[in-house]
């Protein structure tokens, strides 16, 4: 097994299991809803934003393993980051969901991100993994739903 499929594993299984920041976000300065309508899944994102930096970050809802993996990496990853970071980082996330990255360099520098890259093989798998990045993006720009169609 590579080295990126067992850390696949490892964080998908890890953070579905036990998602961090999961939960409500009491002080919420931006939030959206996400939905992706060929499976119903839904995940709301809560952000407490200062001084154009996300202080906070959590998530709720429910989904597949892939989403929810992916939504808990994206909490943990943007937390204490700029708004402008977190909008890079949802570029270069969708590029590399998308499969876009492959053979890049640009891999070794993205942590747990980099173990999406494998959805890019399977076109309804990059709607789960880009749901709640897709959702943050909503929230940043202060709307308050948004559909993956
Ligand atoms: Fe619904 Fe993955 S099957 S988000």
Redesign the pocket.
Same mark, same amino acid.
């Given at each position: 097994m590579s080295e990126l499929r067992e850390l696949y594993n490892d964080v998908i299984l890890g953070h579905t299991k036990k998602p961090r920041n999961f939960g409500p976000l009491e002080d919420a300065t931006a939030t959206a809803v996400g939905y992706?309508p060929? +499976? =119903?899944?839904k995940f709301v994102v809560r952000m407490k934003i200062e001084d154009e930096r996300i202080v906070d970050i959590r998530f709720e809802g429910d =989904? +597949? /393993?892939? /989403?929810k993996a992916s939504a808990s990496v994206m909490t943990e990853t943007l937390k204490g980051k700029t708004l402008e970071e977190a909008k890079e980082l949802g570029v270069v996330f969708r590029d590399l969901a998308t499969g876009q990255l492959e053979g890049t360099d640009r891999l070794d520098d993205l942590g747990k991100m980099a173990v999406f890259s494998g959805v890019s093989e399977f076109p309804?798998?990059v709607?789960?993994a880009t749901?709640a990045w897709h959702t943050m993006d909503a929230a940043m720009a202060g709307k308050d739903e948004i559909s993956t169609e």
């Open positions: 992706n060929l +499976c =119903g899944d =989904g +597949c /393993s892939i /989403s309804v798998r709607k789960c749901l």
